[in-house]
């Protein structure tokens, strides 16, 4: 590991690892220094999130009033900002999120509504786990919950997490707005902290609210 800068200005650990910051922390534990490294983590968060919502401030209360969590790639991201490819075993290329599994709907409806994301495909993890929705009653449920236009059918489109453990998920959407990408994947459980730890390597079993840092193996993915 990288040791801690011999410094009290937080701003010089903009882009800093988080290792790195959390060494600092043992070093500076002033109440003023706590704070300003709050501010460093909410500020990298706004910063990955800006690419995909209008407002990264309501898009963090929604996070916050919902219990979403962001995994994935984007979650090392921002673990290391300054990553490059050989060190991370993924780049970031799109947005993922983890909701308990009542607040699923709702966040896909944000995503609509607000965000102005299209429904590209919806998966059901619980009955039918790597099949499209396509049966015309589960169909005209999905269309009217989520979208008045129909979903498109395409059996060519390799459906996403297949490499995953299904077992924790609930649900899966997939939204776009010109070349942004959201996934949004819904929880077995009211925990969305559930199928992230059910991934196939302990690298990415890391997630963000709108307030903390999860990680399952902090050594390990700090020797990434």
């Not at 009290?8 to 690892?17: F, G, I, K, P, R």
């Not at 401030?57 to 995994?71: A, D, G």
């Not at 673990?79 to 490059?84: F, G, L, R, S």
Request: proline share 6%; net charge positive.
């Amino acid at each position: 590991m990288t040791p801690a800068p011999p410094c009290t200005n937080v701003h010089l650990l903009t882009d800093a690892s988080v290792d790195v910051i959390m060494r600092q922390q043992a070093v500076e534990t002033s109440a003023a220094n706590m704070h300003e490294i709050n501010n460093l983590y909410q500020e990298r968060l706004r910063r990955i999130i800006n690419p995909y919502v209008k407002d990264a401030n309501t898009f963090i209360t929604v996070m916050r009033e919902q219990n979403v969590l962001i995994s994935g790639s984007t979650t090392l991201s921002f673990i290391d900002p300054t990553a490059v490819a050989s060190q991370w075993p993924t780049q970031p290329g799109d947005l993922d999120l983890y909701t308990p599994q009542s607040k699923f709907r709702k966040m896909v409806k944000h995503m609509k509504d607000i965000e102005g994301y299209v429904v590209q495909q919806i998966y059901d993890g619980l009955q039918q786990r790597r099949k499209v929705l396509t049966t015309h009653l589960l169909r005209a449920k999905v269309v009217k919950a989520f979208s008045r236009k129909s979903l498109p059918d395409d059996p060519s489109k390799k459906i996403p997490y297949e490499q995953e453990n299904f077992k924790g998920i609930s649900s899966i959407c997939i939204l776009t707005k010109g070349d942004r990408r959201v996934d949004i994947i819904g929880s077995r459980t009211e925990s969305a902290l559930y199928p992230i730890l059910s991934f196939h390597s302990t690298i990415v079993m890391n997630a963000i609210s709108a307030d903390h840092l999860f990680m399952a193996y902090p050594e390990l993915t700090f020797k990434r």
